[in-house]
């Protein structure tokens, strides 16, 4: 186990959902801090809003990308590449995870949350490393931010 999926469990068995840790990763990769955004963020875990929904790692996968990629003051514009990069995901996420569990759905994935601790955190790291993958691809260091 690596330093980053150490740093995972910690925010996990600290009551983190799979949204949060996303963006705290990355936050804590830029030095910076932001109660606010990952309160708000909280709001997509477990199927936005507790409801079944997607899931909340590919939902807050996809905020994490915009974080860097996406449009934030009236001064700033939307990268070109922000939209190739959210499909992106979502096509990895739905042919890794769709189709292993029927559904990118939450309650698809974590189906009678016998397994759920384990399946979640293994999503989560994949999915962190893979939003790595297309912000690097796409020109981004994640310690720097936009």
């Known amino acids: 186990m690596d330093d980053i999926q150490m740093r995972m469990m910690e925010l996990s068995y600290n009551g983190y959902y799979c949204s949060q840790i996303l963006l705290m990763m990355a936050m804590e990769a830029q030095g910076k ?5 990952i309160r708000a963020i909280g709001g997509l875990a477990n199927g936005c809003g507790f409801s079944g929904g997607p899931c909340g790692t590919l939902t807050g996968a ?3 990308l915009s974080m860097y990629a996406g449009k934030g003051s009236d001064d700033e514009y939307s990268d070109d590449n922000l939209t190739y990069m959210l499909r992106d995901l979502g096509e990895w996420f739905t042919s890794t995870y769709g189709s292993c569990y029927g559904g990118t759905t939450c309650e ?3 189906g009678d949350r016998t397994e759920m601790r384990q399946r979640c955190g293994a999503i989560v790291a994949e999915t962190y490393a ?3 993958e297309l912000l690097t691809a796409g020109g981004y260091d994640i310690a720097a931010g936009k």
Do not use: E, F, S
């Not at 801090?33 to 955004?37: A, E, R, S, T, V």
């Open 33 to 37: 801090n932001n109660p606010d955004l």
């Open 62 to 64: 996809a905020c994490l």
């Open 130 to 132: 893979k939003v790595i």
């Open 108 to 110: 698809a994935i974590i």
